[in-house]
């Protein structure tokens, strides 16, 4: 079965500065979609970013963008100037291949906190 | 605006009574809804997958007699928890495919709370 690891239960960034969340996942396949998920205090799931694995170069959306390591199984997300409105739950989610399963599967998540 | 819709954003009820919980595609027709439901602090736990016209399958420990689903209509799935009991407590969130636009879409979720 498919699994979502998110090593970092808190993550804390200063206002107009970087961070990186980290997932890696386990797959056999070789064809899946990866996603970053952002869930405010609203509980509202926004999605944030999403990768094909076909796809070498990596997905940007913005101040978004991804590090995608198809080998390592790894499939960071970069917030670069974070801004107080990014703080948030932040979940990556794994989707198999096309015309397979349409569900997700999420990570445990990280809290993000954005100290003015 | 929202694309789902989820209804009630908030429910209480009394040990032992049942609660439905809606989720509607607003502009687009959905085959395919899920429904995950998610403790404090934790992650999104997929419970079944809703498919139009037939019926839902359920993720490995769901009980399907608990939590029945009905997708009837392209555009409205329904979550019903029978005889609610406290540990049923829990935010409940459903999501649609739109498949023309291949993008999936959250509805705003319901807090479950039994009394």
């Known amino acids: 079965a498919q699994t979502v690891t998110q090593s970092q239960p808190e993550m804390s960034v200063q206002e107009a500065e970087t961070v990186t969340l980290s997932c890696t996942y386990d797959?056999?396949?070789?064809?899946?979609?990866l996603f970053w998920y952002k869930q405010p205090p609203s509980r509202q799931m926004i999605l944030v970013i999403r990768?094909?694995?076909?796809?070498?170069q990596n997905a940007t959306e913005n101040r978004f963008s991804v590090n995608f390591q198809k080998a390592a199984k790894s499939f960071s997300l970069k917030i670069s100037d974070s801004q107080l409105g990014d703080a948030a739950m932040y979940f990556c989610?794994?989707?198999?291949?096309?015309?397979?399963?349409?569900?997700?599967?999420f990570g445990k998540g990280t809290k993000l906190t954005v100290n003015p | 605006g929202a694309v789902v819709s989820q209804h009630p954003s908030r429910v209480i009820c009394k040990s032992g009574t049942s609660v439905k919980i809606e989720c509607r595609s607003l502009?687009?027709?959905?085959?395919?809804m899920f429904w995950y439901r998610q403790f404090p602090k934790q992650s999104l736990m997929l419970m079944a997958t809703?498919?139009?016209?037939?019926?839902?399958?359920?993720e490995q420990g769901v009980e399907k007699d608990k939590f029945l689903i009905n997708h009837a209509s392209l555009t409205l799935s329904t979550l019903t928890v029978t005889s609610a009991h406290p540990e049923d407590s829990s935010f409940y969130i459903c999501?649609?495919?739109?498949?023309?636009?291949?993008?999936?879409?959250f509805g705003s979720g319901t807090q479950l709370s039994v009394l």
């Open positions: 999501s649609a495919r739109d498949y023309l636009a291949e993008k999936l879409f």
């Open positions: 797959t056999s396949e070789s064809d899946y979609y």
């Open positions: 990768q094909e694995a076909y796809k070498q």
């Open positions: 989610a794994y989707k198999g291949p096309q015309g397979g399963s349409e569900k997700l599967v």
């Open positions: 502009d687009f027709q959905a085959t395919t």
């Open positions: 809703s498919n139009e016209g037939s019926k839902a399958t359920y």
